[in-house]
């Protein structure tokens, strides 16, 4: 942040050039500051990408990193013996971008609808709040790893506590292999992620009502305006700017999903993701080439979507929207 | 009459749903809790509380050289992971937050891009600059490789914080003749203690937290952390899993977290929507 420069220019050219070499040797300083921090992103993001890149082009495999050639698009898709090969012909890849999008659509909207009401609550007055905020927090600190092994245990198809209590409800007559089943699994690691990100969600959805005037709700108390009404009319349009970025948050998170998927499920292709499927190639089957073009295409579908959201965010901000 | 019905419903209700939310957030943790202090034969049989405590699962976990170790790496990592994080971060937010440049916008930009980066994404490129440093199978390669998610957070985050600071403290040492980093160290930094602690037990956090690198950057034991040592506990088959034993490894690698999170909850909440909030 330079000096007030308007009251500095007109003191005469000596104090003009003092100023500018302060400003030179500021933005110097600034470059030298920064510089630690970008090498390191280079040496962690950008090369790596790069690299990635690269192999998704080659037919890399574990033991022969170095040594790869070039093959063009063929890992992506290639057209041989008239057969479709690659990727994008991949029927197991198509399987972990359904499950995927799934997973997000499902995910994202119950963790929306549970953190908004979680947040409506602990923005009332009762005793003991702050104590059931630091509770609410709890899920969010317990490693994703933990608590899919906690949530296995619970879902366990014997002896696990879900179904222990779903059959002295009656709800169901015989124990349920939630982890195992097709149909059920990837409804387990709804359950599991839901459970982890909702607290997420419910403090950034607080923040934004703990940022809302008081004086309309006044107004609307006075006037006798029902408390749903209210909500739809006034909370929720006042608080839909922190609610898209909370969303667009959780999307970007959840289309990367990978630790809760692993351990819960393991690689099972019902509940399969694409980051699952990206790792499995490349580690487990040392697909370098083909595992590396899977990478590519999260990363190309992560990123686009970001870039759209920085757009229309970038755009609705300029015309004085929403920020 | 009527209206009051109506009040002590409504605050039941309210109560109704205060407790449904604490029991969906306690009780998992809580059935972990309970599971570990079983006996193996108890495991098999669903209850709510457990009425004589055992500590078989604990010693058993606890008598394992493996596990100490990945203890012992996941607090070398994770502590590593803050300092640097916090260092590089510090001064690349006082840059960022207090200078004005050509190309500080475009900075911003490829840090938040970076932050979208899925993990996977670099997975080879990474899993080859770390074998290049020599670092494969070793806690410092972790270390480095947690920079990625890490750091964009962490400079986003003081940055924020950093701009909020009064500017007459800045010029007054820049009329003293004060370097940009006496600047830094001495008048920007006392003023940033509360941002750097929150910034760093989310760095912790993230760190202690992490899995896919740490799963595929180790090979044997004794380097792993650990999640990645908790995943790995199997049993005789894949049908008979220690639960017990696995429940008590979880209680213990959460507790230190937990106990954080109650200690320091206003300012991590303070961290995550500044992070959130003004991305």
Redesign the interface.
């Known amino acids: 942040?330079?000096?007030h420069e308007s009251g500095m220019s007109s003191t005469g050219s000596v104090l003009v050039r003092r100023h500018s070499k302060?400003v030179v040797s500021?933005?110097r300083?600034?470059?030298v500051?920064?510089l630690?921090?970008?090498l390191?992103?280079l040496?962690?993001?950008g090369?790596?990408?790069?690299?990635?890149i690269w192999?998704s082009l080659t037919d890399?495999t574990f033991s022969n990193?170095e040594q790869a050639s070039f093959i063009g698009l063929e890992n992506y898709l290639i057209y041989e013996d008239g057969e479709w090969f690659g990727i994008l012909a991949d029927g197991l890849w198509w399987r972990a971008v359904w499950n995927t999008l799934t997973f997000t659509a499902f995910s994202v909207s119950l963790e929306l609808v549970l953190g908004m009401?979680?947040a409506l609550?602990l923005n009332?007055e009762?005793p003991m709040r702050?104590l059931?905020?630091?509770?609410?927090?709890?899920?969010?600190?317990?490693?994703?790893?933990?608590?899919a092994?906690?949530?296995g245990?619970?879902l366990?198809d014997?002896?696990?506590?879900v179904n222990?209590i779903l059959m002295s409800l009656a709800l169901i007559d015989s124990p349920l292999s939630w982890t195992a089943s097709a149909d059920l699994s990837l409804w387990a690691v709804i359950v599991v992620d839901v459970?982890k990100t909702t607290?997420?969600m419910a403090?950034?959805i607080l923040?934004?009502l703990q940022m809302l005037p008081s004086d309309c709700y006044e107004a609307a108390r006075v006037d006798g305006i029902h408390p749903v009404k209210v909500f739809f009319r006034v909370t929720l349009p006042l608080i839909m700017p922190?609610l898209v970025?909370?969303v667009t948050?959780r999307v970007?998170d959840a289309?990367?999903v990978?630790?809760v998927i692993?351990?819960l499920t393991s690689n099972s292709s019902d509940t399969m993701s694409?980051?699952v499927f990206?790792?499995q190639q490349?580690?487990e089957f040392q697909q370098?080439g083909y595992?590396?073009a899977a990478?590519?295409l999260?990363?190309l579908s992560?990123?686009s979507l970001?870039l759209i959201w920085?757009y229309l965010s970038n755009r609705s901000s300029n015309h004085g929207g929403v920020k | 009459m009527n209206r009051n019905i109506m009040r002590i419903l409504a605050r039941s209700g309210f109560s109704l749903l205060v407790v449904l939310i604490l029991v969906f957030c306690l009780f998992p943790f809580y059935y972990a809790i309970i599971t570990s202090f079983k006996s193996s034969s108890e495991l098999f049989q669903a209850s709510y509380w457990v009425n004589q405590l055992h500590f078989d699962n604990y010693q058993h976990i606890l008598g394992q050289e493996t596990f100490i170790h990945s203890l012992f790496n996941s607090v070398l990592v994770s502590t590593l992971v803050v300092g640097l994080s916090l260092l590089l971060g510090l001064t690349a937010s006082y840059a960022l937050g207090r200078f004005e440049f050509r190309g500080r916008s475009t900075v911003l930009m490829v840090i938040l891009a970076v932050s979208m980066f899925p993990q996977v994404a670099v997975l080879s490129g990474l899993f080859e600059v770390i074998r290049m440093l020599g670092l494969y199978n070793n806690p410092f390669g972790l270390v480095i490789s947690y920079m990625l998610f890490t750091l964009p957070f962490t400079v986003w985050i003081l940055t924020t914080f950093m701009q909020q600071l009064p500017k007459e403290l800045e010029e007054a040492a820049i009329v003293d003749g004060a370097t940009p980093w006496m600047t830094l160290v001495r008048v920007m930094m006392p003023l940033l203690w509360p941002a750097l602690v929150t910034t760093g037990m989310l760095a912790f956090i993230a760190a202690w937290n992490e899995f896919l690198f740490a799963l595929t950057f180790t090979l044997t034991d004794d380097q792993r952390t650990v999640p990645v040592a908790i995943a790995l506990i199997s049993g005789a088959s894949q049908y008979e899993l220690p639960w017990g034993i696995i429940m008590a490894a979880s209680v213990l690698v959460t507790l230190p977290l937990v106990i954080m999170v109650l200690f320091f909850q206003r300012r991590i909440v303070s961290g995550l929507t500044a992070g959130a909030v003004k991305g």
Request: hydrophobic fraction near 70%.
């Open positions: 942040m330079p000096i302060l500021r933005i300083a600034a470059w500051f920064l630690p921090m970008l390191l992103l040496v962690v993001a090369w790596p990408l790069l690299r990635t192999f890399a990193m009401i979680f609550v009332a009762f702050g059931v905020r630091a509770a609410v927090l709890i899920p969010w600190a317990i490693p994703t790893i933990v608590s092994k906690i949530w245990w619970m366990h014997q002896f696990g506590i222990h459970w607290p997420f403090l950034l923040a934004a922190a970025v909370a948050f970007l289309l990367r990978f630790d692993y351990v694409i980051s990206a790792r490349l580690v370098v595992g590396s990478s590519v999260v990363f992560v990123m970001t920085m």
